[in-house]
């Protein structure tokens, strides 16, 4: 039973517009929520994190929001440039152990 | 300069063999993680070690083996019993107090059967 989920493999969008990201969830445990990016051949990297109690996190051009009820996620990258086209992890932590979704191969085409 | 270092980058076993991946970190993080990808889906973890001469099983443990004598060293052993060991394989660290336990990565190894 797949805990994570991120139900859209790819997303193209074009550069200057919104990327919106999407993860669901299954356990109402989980207190961190986290987003990875991760180019081809290189490990991924932190992008930006929310915690169970908030419903939004802002960094920059990238917003996280967290729907509890719905258990969803959302990574939301705007204004979207070609630097962005990677590969973009969700994670869920419970007790300081991560479980990680399949991901989604974002390209941002100029 | 900090961080995660994953040796070899590519790295072929023959049927029957063991092979051993490095990881060192010089971060000073406690804990350690191993991670399979496969093409198209997720990270799968493998092991993990939250202190020195400790650690436990993730999600699909069988047929590896790790080992966590150095806090900087975690190295990974995939065994013959590992029947279908080409994948991309991934070690991070992080800060065990941090309760966002927000993982760094090293570059990886791909590992291939002849």
């Known amino acids: 039973d797949q805990q994570v989920k991120q139900n859209s493999p790819s997303l193209s969008v074009q550069e200057g517009r919104i990327s919106i990201l999407n993860c669901d969830y299954t356990?109402?445990?989980?207190?961190?929520f986290l987003w990875y990016k991760k180019y081809p051949a290189e490990g991924p990297t932190f992008l930006i994190s929310?915690?169970?109690?908030?419903d939004k996190n802002e960094d920059g051009r990238f917003t996280v929001f967290l729907n509890k009820s719905a258990k969803h996620l959302s990574l939301h990258i705007v204004p979207s440039q070609p630097g962005d086209s990677a590969v973009y992890f969700c994670?869920?932590?419970?007790?300081?152990?991560?479980?990680f979704g399949d991901g989604t191969t974002l390209t941002v085409k100029p | 300069d900090g961080g995660i270092t994953q040796s070899p980058k590519y790295l072929f076993r023959k049927e029957g063999q063991n092979v051993t991946l490095s990881c060192e970190q010089n971060?000073?993080?406690?804990?350690m993680y191993w991670y399979r990808q496969d093409p198209g889906q997720g990270l799968r973890l493998i092991y993990y070690?939250?202190?020195?001469?400790?650690?436990q099983k993730g999600d699909i443990a069988e047929g590896y083996s790790v080992s966590r004598e150095k806090k900087e060293s975690f190295p990974l052993t995939v065994t013959s019993a590992q029947k279908n060991p080409t994948a991309f394989y991934l070690c991070?660290?992080?800060?065990?107090?941090?309760?966002?336990?927000?993982?760094?990565f090293g570059a990886g190894t791909r590992l291939s059967v002849l």
């Open positions: 991070a660290s992080s800060i065990s107090r941090d309760p966002q336990n927000i993982q760094y």
């Open positions: 356990n109402s445990m989980f207190d961190y």
């Open positions: 929310i915690s169970s109690i908030k």
């Open positions: 994670a869920v932590n419970n007790a300081g152990k991560s479980t």
């Open positions: 971060l000073n993080h406690d804990a």
């Open positions: 070690s939250q202190i020195v001469n400790d650690f």
